[in-house]
């Protein structure tokens, strides 16, 4: 299966909540969209990590991603090295994305910032044919490259190079969001509080993407930002 985008976080949720907008949207466009777990978000205070991925999993049905894959990296403590990178580098030339979404370059989290330079250096390397990775049968992978890597916002609201109007798809961004029953704000819940939990933290979701909507004139999108220059075909092209 090749897709067209593969949507890559470090921990369960990270993609619904900066992300899902854009990939909703280019689902209805008729591209493929895959999503990657580099954990299973066992560290986090609500929940379990067995909870969290059918939570996942059910995200991914909601959103309509063709596949949705959960790796072990260990959750606040991995590193970038090569077993690592060649994990992430196995599931890039298994599914051939032409874009990659990543974490956050910059953010709260240390392990926002890690993962996406794990995730843009793997994107690098999975086009070298000198490294060898092998499929679930044991064959090897030819090499691959996405074309693109863009990084999505998180929690600090950093300046985007650009934006994606998601003003249609608001409702059900939050919709894949709330599948994460155990992690978000429920008034019945007797879990410890965090701050994800509150329903000022899903205000703040829907007001940045408030913000960066307003940057380009619409009501919601969701911001990127990438480290090389964008080329255009037409400038017309450009909101």
């Keep these: ?3 067209d985008i593969l949507a890559i976080g470090v921990h369960p949720d990270d993609i619904e909540l900066s992300c899902s907008g854009t990939l909703l949207s280019h689902i209805q466009k008729g591209y493929t969209v895959g999503l990657l777990d580099l954990t299973l978000g066992e560290l986090g205070t609500r929940g379990s990590a067995e909870l969290r991925t059918q939570e996942a999993m059910e995200a991914a049905r909601i959103m309509g991603a063709l596949v949705r894959e959960q790796l072990d990296l260990e ?3 991995f590193t970038h090295n090569e077993e690592n990178l060649k994990k992430i580098i196995r599931v890039i030339r298994q599914y051939k994305p032409t874009i990659v979404l990543a974490n956050a370059v910059e953010d709260r989290h240390p392990d926002h910032g ?3 330079k794990l995730t843009a250096d793997a994107c690098f390397l999975a086009g070298l044919r000198r490294i060898e990775t092998f499929d679930d049968s044991g064959q090897p992978q030819a090499a691959w490259r996405p074309k693109h890597v863009y990084h ?3 929690d600090r609201a950093l300046q985007p190079d650009f934006a994606v109007d998601i003003s249609a798809f608001m409702d059900k961004k939050f919709e894949t969001i709330m599948a994460y029953k155990s992690q978000f704000y429920d008034p019945l819940s007797n879990e410890p ?3 994800i939990s509150s329903k000022s933290f899903l205000d703040s979701v829907r007001g940045k993407d408030s913000v960066y909507g ?4 619409v009501e919601y999108a969701e911001g990127y930002t990438v480290s ?3 080329g255009v075909d037409d400038m017309f092209d450009l909101v």
């Design 193 to 195: 509080v965090t701050p």
């Design 214 to 217: 307003r940057y380009i004139g």
């Design 1 to 3: 299966m090749k897709l």
């Design 75 to 77: 959750d606040g403590f």
């Design 228 to 230: 090389r220059v964008i």
């Design 152 to 154: 999505y916002i998180q």
């Design 114 to 116: 890690r993962a996406a």
